[in-house]
């Protein structure tokens, strides 16, 4: 079984900045796809960001070009999240995400999540 632990969420202002991290455990594989998804309160979980095994490979929804970056560091098998210039329609719950697999755009929608992390909230003041 797979544990997907995230940390680093809290209360920032607008045009603040956080950084989140999810660490993976519990079985040892490669070649697989880390990723994040959010959930604001009464609306549908979407995809925000991935990132490939080899770091080749990243694919973002397109509100949060430009101010958000996701990298990995495979050797502590954690992925990571910058979040910059933030607004308060990024505020939610951030789910870190895992797919089995090479490809990072595969994880965005119809694509397949394998195993979630439990969320960290995130509070953007306004």
């Known amino acids: 079984q797979v544990q997907l632990v995230e940390s680093g969420g809290g209360l920032v202002q607008a045009g603040g900045s956080l950084r989140l991290s999810c660490a993976a455990s519990?079985?040892?594989?490669?070649?697989?796809?880390m990723g994040w998804f959010r959930q604001a309160p009464g609306k549908e979980r979407e995809f925000v960001a991935a990132?490939?095994?080899?770091?080749?490979?990243?694919y973002y929804t397109d509100s949060v070009k430009g101010r958000f970056t996701i990298s990995r560091d495979n050797a502590k098998n954690t992925v990571y999240l910058q979040m910059n210039s933030l607004k308060p329609e990024d505020a939610g719950v951030y789910y870190c995400?895992?797919?089995?697999?090479?490809?990072?755009?595969?994880?965005?929608?119809?694509?397949?999540?394998?195993?979630w992390g439990k969320g960290t909230l995130v509070t953007v003041s306004s």
């Open positions: 995400a895992l797919r089995l697999g090479p490809i990072a755009q595969a994880m965005a929608p119809p694509g397949r999540v394998d195993y």
């Open positions: 519990g079985r040892s594989f490669s070649n697989y796809v």
């Open positions: 990132i490939n095994w080899s770091r080749s490979s990243t």
